[in-house]
């Protein structure tokens, strides 16, 4: 990690793709999977809400990332390119479901599955591995929004987003922004 000097106004816009990221797996993934699962049994579409918001929030994420590039200071436009780096992971997941579901269904509907062994391939294949996703996207995002109020950034994203040449790299002991 390293650590530069930055506007506190910087800090304030680099929050927020991390904050779009944790609404999406807690807010979206989490929450609302619970509450859509106890009415599901009575309104089983409502469970399409939650993909359905997570890839409108995962592609305004990558939409705006790709904008960050040309509209943002280096700074927040950084960590824009972090949470893509994330999002893109985390679409893979999705997309892992979404062919794991499809070929349950043609395997109950074609293929003559047992609907036991389809449920057990979906939840094993499919959500057990988005969720631990999730669980582990939200310690690292967790983790990044921290680093984002304490200006620092990955290495990998310095390398290849190198700072500009007013922005200067500080110790530890600075404090993280100027006035």
């Not at 479901?97 to 047992?114: A, D, E, H, S």
Request: charged residues 15%; aromatic residues 12%.
């Amino acid at each position: 990690m390293m650590r530069f000097a930055v506007s506190p106004e910087d800090i304030r816009k680099a929050n927020v793709p991390h904050e779009i990221f944790l609404t999406n797996l807690i807010g979206n993934h989490i929450l609302m999977a619970i509450a859509a699962g106890g009415i599901a049994g009575s309104f089983p579409w409502v469970m399409a809400l939650i993909p359905l918001i997570s890839f409108s929030l995962l592609g305004y994420t990558l939409w705006r990332a790709k904008r960050s590039l040309h509209i943002d200071p280096w700074y927040p436009m950084c960590h824009w390119q972090v949470c893509a780096r994330r999002s893109r992971i985390f679409i893979a997941m999705l997309l892992l479901l979404l062919g794991i579901l499809i070929f349950g269904w043609i395997g109950y509907t074609y293929l003559g599955m047992m609907r036991e062994a389809v449920l057990a391939l979906i939840g094993g294949g499919g959500i057990l591995p988005v969720m631990v996703t999730v669980l582990v996207l939200i310690i690292i995002e967790s983790d990044a929004l921290y680093h984002a109020n304490q200006a620092k950034l990955p290495d990998w994203v310095v390398k290849r987003y190198p700072p500009p040449p007013q922005v200067r790299r500080i110790s530890e002991a600075e404090p993280a922004y100027y006035d």
